[in-house]
């Protein structure tokens, strides 16, 4: 049997990939960081397929990257609870499971994975215990921009590997040549990957009329549809190229994570969506737009200030006013081609802004890491 700790991860897939795209991340990390075993449990194996692409949807035990993925079986299947047990999200364990946990004759330290947020009040929750009726104890794991949060994904050589990439034009122009793309030097790049929203239609005419070609590099998802009526066209797939006065449009397949990393460190700027994206625009330090997902009650508008604030911290008024409204009216959906031309001018200062940004956060610890410690102190 081995002497490795064994960790549970548990997810439901809600909205397409941002959730299986932080567990998979994260159990990647855990076992090649860290070096535990990890269980994950996926109900969806369909969609983690689509990010995984050596995976299948009909196998329900498989082994990648040295994580057992597992489907999350209806009716629960009894098993041995491991070390830690993670629920990703609130995603609510099987009773069975909860109760073999607290069957169990050794201690398990059960976390709640929240979504990542800026809001000041996550940080003086996080790590806080909760006694559940079933007489265990689950701590609620906050990730977060403070020193005093969950810290964010992000695995130990990701810079180092960014600035490789980034530092190298032949690399650079080889993977999108793979992806079918005649790179342009004189345009600048620009990657969709967001929710369908009122705002794209104004923003791709302003892109036409931009006096700096544009390629934009859409790759398959919800974004097509806007594309699609935008381009008075039925359906698009891979490969389709589409050019409207200084707007070069090309439609990418579905990537996996390490292509879509790759495809981030390639653009000069991002839109990007949910949280799995969203981070990774970050480290990629490039200028971004993050289409945050609407909430009820209009909490969404809270929670995108919460992160705005502290990432234009370091502008200049002027320029953070701009961003300020570029983000409200591609979150409002309304006015986004306006704003956008409005930033032209700041690019240096964007551009500096979010290297900047990337460089502080990876001063401030990782969340696997922050996750193992946390576990270590526990115990």
């Known amino acids: ?17 941002g959730d299986i795209g932080v567990t998979w991340r994260l159990a990647r990390q855990l076992v090649a960081e860290h070096h535990v075993r990890v269980r994950l449990w996926v109900d969806d194996l369909g969609a983690f397929a689509r990010i995984c692409p050596d995976a299948s949807v009909d196998v329900p035990v498989q082994l990648h990257c040295g994580v057992e993925v597992r489907h999350w079986p209806v009716p629960w299947k009894a098993v041995e609870p491991g070390e830690v047990v993670i629920e990703a999200f609130a995603c609510n364990l099987p009773g069975a499971f909860i109760q073999a946990m607290r069957e169990a004759k050794r201690r398990i330290l059960w976390l709640n994975l929240e ?96 006096q700096q070609p544009v390629q934009l590099l859409v790759p398959e998802g919800r974004p097509l549809r806007d594309l699609s009526r935008w381009l008075a066209v039925e359906r698009l797939a891979p490969g389709d190229r589409f050019v409207r006065g200084g707007l070069e449009v090309c439609v990418l397949p579905f990537l996996s994570q390490d292509d879509y990393d790759r495809l981030l460190w390639c653009c000069d700027f991002n839109a990007v969506r949910g949280e799995e994206s969203f981070l990774r625009a970050q480290w990629a330090g490039r200028p971004f737009v993050w289409h945050i997902y609407p909430q009820e009650e209009d909490a969404h508008w809270t929670k995108l200030w919460a992160f705005f604030d502290l990432y234009a911290d370091g502008l200049d008024a002027q320029a953070r006013l701009a961003l300020h409204a570029f983000w409200r009216a591609w979150n409002a959906g309304d006015g986004a081609g306006p704003a956008w031309l409005a930033l032209q001018g700041l690019w240096p200062l964007l551009s500096a802004n979010a290297a900047a940004w990337a460089e502080r956060q990876q001063r401030l610890g990782d969340l696997a890491g922050k996750l193992v410690s946390f576990h270590q102190d526990w115990l």
């Open 1 to 17: 049997m081995s002497s490795k700790p064994l960790w549970d991860i548990f997810c439901v897939v809600v909205d397409n990939f």
């Open 115 to 210: 979504y990542l947020s800026a809001e000041e009040w996550t940080v003086g929750c996080h790590g806080l215990p909760s006694l559940q009726p079933c007489g265990l104890q689950k701590y609620f794991f906050f990730p977060g921009f403070d020193p005093r949060s969950g810290g964010v994904l992000r695995e130990r050589d990701l810079i180092a590997r960014r600035q490789a990439f980034q530092a190298d034009p032949a690399a650079q122009r080889s993977f999108l040549q793979g992806l079918g793309l005649t790179p342009r030097p004189e345009a600048r790049r620009i990657s969709l990957f967001a929710y369908e929203g009122a705002a794209t239609a104004g923003w791709f005419d302003s892109l036409t009329h931009a």
